[in-house]
């Protein structure tokens, strides 16, 4: 096992960042394209394309597009005006950020896409992406203001008040 000695977690430099997000963004535009060929190849070749097929391939077009450019805005670096890197942008390999929500959106279309070759039926899985957000949001959000406290005093007020009673309290006897 090697690790940090002080155990600490190591940090990217802005250089590896910068290099990380542009393997990421290759790989997700190979998705996308291997998706959206084998899509229209094997509708065009072996079923009858429909309304319905134009509409999904359609659909994942502005899915994909949406994701990827919010993606590469994302990770957008800065250059100084002698090419050094100044600003990596965000690190879309990061855990838990935004960017990991945009490419699970893209892997999730991409098998979507590529099951519904066998029956169109499978892009009723595409429900999960807003069941996810919807149980994000729940929460990350919601849950916890529904579930907070209205106004309930800090527990130093509530330890306060019991003194003063039992001083009260001892005063009467």
Do not use: C
């Not at 190849?41 to 359609?58: E, G, I, R, V, Y």
């Not at 994302?74 to 960017?99: C, H, R, V, W, Y």
């Not at 949001?137 to 800090?154: C, H, I």
């Amino acid at each position: 096992m090697s690790g940090n000695p002080k155990g600490k977690v190591g940090t990217k430099g802005k250089k590896q960042i910068h290099e990380e997000n542009k393997s990421t963004l290759k790989f997700y535009t190979r998705v996308i394209l291997g998706a959206s060929t084998l899509y229209t190849a094997a509708n065009l070749l072996f079923s009858d394309t429909s309304f319905w097929t134009w509409f999904f391939l359609l659909f994942a077009l502005v899915v994909y597009v949406g994701s990827y450019r919010s993606m590469s805005a994302m990770a957008k670096p800065a250059f100084a005006d002698d090419g050094t890197l100044l600003d990596s942008g965000i690190d879309l390999n990061m855990e838990q950020g935004m960017a990991e929500h945009l490419k699970d959106v893209i892997l999730l279309t991409a098998i979507v896409q590529v099951l519904s070759t066998l029956s169109s039926y499978f892009w009723y899985l595409w429900l999960l992406a807003p069941a996810r957000a919807l149980h994000l949001l729940w929460v990350n959000l919601l849950g916890p203001w529904f579930s907070a406290e209205s106004s309930a005093p800090p527990e130093e007020v509530l330890e306060k008040k019991q003194r003063r009673q039992e001083r009260r309290h001892m005063k009467r006897f």
